[in-house]
């Protein structure tokens, strides 16, 4: 039971180019979330997928796009790379669905350092 | 909209010394309320947490109680170690059926053998 995983670990990409975080989950949860760490700005929401076949905007979508391809798998994918877009990004899942609510506990990837020149 | 505040590190302590962690929020209802920690090169985990006024949550030693009249959810523990250094993180949920959870913007925590 590996939990939540995330691919890659490191990547260094140059301004306007393109690529995908890769996450996947093995706890047959509904609801999955990608989140960016900036320094003193804790954790930020980009988009979060509450159940299969469904995503939506979290605080701070501009610049992302992402794919809920099944159950598993919940990508992000930066079009064109920014600067501003240099940070540590996190994957999380939760159970979610009519039993979720205010009391479930989020389970996070190792996260992917990405740094934009 | 809702937040949580919590205090600035870094806080640095010597072995065997109690800590606390203060943690305030602002929320219109009635929301859960995390501790997460994030030890060096990994995600983060859930430590602790409480769902509903007066709970207490506790694990490995940290306990945290869920007070609504102070809007407060402050992190302690009597004895620290070595290997509580870590980054620590409060967080609430707004109770939508997403979960999706704020957080603080973290204390990082350092301890002298």
């Known amino acids: 039971n590996a939990g939540v995983t995330q691919t890659p670990k490191f990547q260094v990409l140059k301004t306007g180019q393109s690529m995908t975080l890769q996450c996947a989950q093995d706890?047959?949860?509904?609801?999955m979330y990608w989140y960016r760490q900036d320094p003193g700005m804790g954790l930020r929401l980009i988009y979060y997928?509450?159940?299969?076949?469904?995503?939506d905007k979290g605080e701070v979508p501009n610049g992302y796009n992402v794919s809920r391809l099944n159950k598993r798998e919940f990508s992000l994918r930066l079009e064109s790379a920014a600067p501003s877009q240099t940070s540590v990004y996190f994957c999380?899942?939760?159970?979610?669905?009519?039993?979720?609510?205010?009391?479930?506990?989020?389970?996070f990837g190792p996260g992917t350092r990405l740094l934009v020149l | 909209g809702d937040s949580v505040t919590q205090m600035e590190g870094p806080v640095t302590l010597s072995e065997e010394a109690f800590l606390t962690i203060n943690c305030t929020y602002t929320?219109?209802?009635?929301?859960?309320l995390f501790w997460y920690v994030q030890y060096p090169g990994e995600g983060l985990q859930l430590l602790l947490k409480?769902?509903?006024?007066?709970d207490k949550g506790s694990n490995k030693g940290f306990e945290a109680t869920y007070r609504k009249e102070t809007t407060s959810f402050h992190l302690e523990k009597g004895s620290v170690q070595v290997s509580d250094s870590a980054v620590y993180f409060c967080?609430?949920?707004?109770?939508?059926?997403?979960?999706?959870?704020?957080f603080g913007s973290g204390t990082r925590l350092s301890i002298r053998p």
């Open positions: 999380a899942s939760s159970e979610g669905g009519t039993s979720g609510g205010g009391q479930e506990t989020q389970y």
């Open positions: 706890m047959n949860h509904n609801s």
């Open positions: 997928s509450a159940s299969e076949g469904t995503t």
């Open positions: 929320a219109t209802g009635y929301p859960s």
């Open positions: 409480a769902t509903k006024a007066d």
């Open positions: 967080a609430l949920s707004d109770g939508s059926s997403a979960s999706k959870i704020i």
